[in-house]
C-alpha cells in the first residue's frame, strides 16, 4: 500500500504535459476551497513520478504555492510504467477542471483517451463549404442526423462541462437512445428533456 510522506514543494514538478488548463476562477476557487478544509489535502494527496513530476494534482500544486505552503502531502507512484502514467493522467482528471485540447491532441492517442473514457471533441465540417455531393457518413445518415453548431470557446466550454456532468448522472444510465450509440448526442438529448420539463 503506497504511503502519504510530507515533501518540500520546490522539489515538485508540475508536469509539462499536463491535459488540463488552469483557470484564474477555478484556481481561486480551490485556494478557498484549501483554506477552509485543508485536511483534504491528506485525503487526496499530491501523486508524483520517480522524477518528482506530478501526475495528480498539478492545479492544488499551483494553489499551494500562491498559499505559501512549504511541504505538500505527496504518493509516489514509481512503479508505474510511462502508459500507465499517460492513463492515471487522464482518468485522474475526467471530472475536474476545462481540458487542454492541444495538448492532449500532441501527446495523446484518441482511440486510447475513448477507451479510458475521454471522448476528444473532433473539428465538424460545414456541408455549406462544399458542393453538392457533400454526404454524411453512413453514421449519420437516417434514422440519425448530424447536427453542426459554431461556438465561441466560452461556450464550448460550458457545453463540454454540462456533458461530462449530466453523463454521471443516474438519469443518464436509463436514457432513451433510440439505438443512437453516440454519448454526446445522448446526454445532449436528456439536458433538453430535463429543459422542456421545467417550462412546463
Do not use: H
Request: charge should be negative; aromatic fraction near 10%; avoid cysteine.
Amino acid at each position: 500500500m503506497m504511503k502519504i510522506e510530507m515533501m518540500n514543494i520546490e522539489l515538485l514538478k508540475e508536469n509539462p504535459n499536463n491535459p488540463r488548463k488552469v483557470s484564474e476562477v477555478q484556481l481561486q476557487k480551490l485556494k478557498k476551497s484549501i483554506i477552509e478544509f485543508p485536511q483534504m489535502l491528506l485525503i487526496r494527496p499530491l501523486v508524483i513520478d520517480a522524477d518528482n513530476i506530478v501526475l495528480g494534482g498539478n492545479m492544488r500544486l499551483k494553489a499551494l504555492k500562491e498559499l505559501d505552503y512549504k511541504e505538500v502531502p505527496i504518493i509516489r507512484a514509481e512503479e508505474l510504467t510511462e502508459k500507465q502514467k499517460d492513463e492515471f493522467i487522464i482518468k485522474d482528471n475526467l471530472a475536474y477542471g476545462e481540458w487542454n485540447w492541444e495538448g492532449i491532441s500532441l501527446n495523446w492517442d484518441n482511440e486510447i483517451l475513448l477507451d479510458w473514457g475521454l471522448e476528444v471533441p473532433g473539428f465538424d465540417i460545414n456541408a455549406d463549404e462544399f458542393n453538392d455531393d457533400f454526404k454524411l457518413d453512413d453514421s449519420a445518415k437516417a434514422p440519425y442526423q448530424k447536427m453542426i453548431f459554431k461556438l465561441a470557446d466560452e461556450q464550448v466550454t460550458y457545453i463540454q462541462n454540462a456533458l461530462s456532468d449530466i453523463k454521471r448522472t443516474e438519469e443518464y444510465k436509463y436514457v432513451e437512445t433510440f439505438g443512437n450509440e453516440n454519448t454526446n448526442g445522448n446526454a445532449l438529448y436528456l439536458m433538453i428533456q430535463q429543459w422542456a420539463g421545467q417550462r412546463k
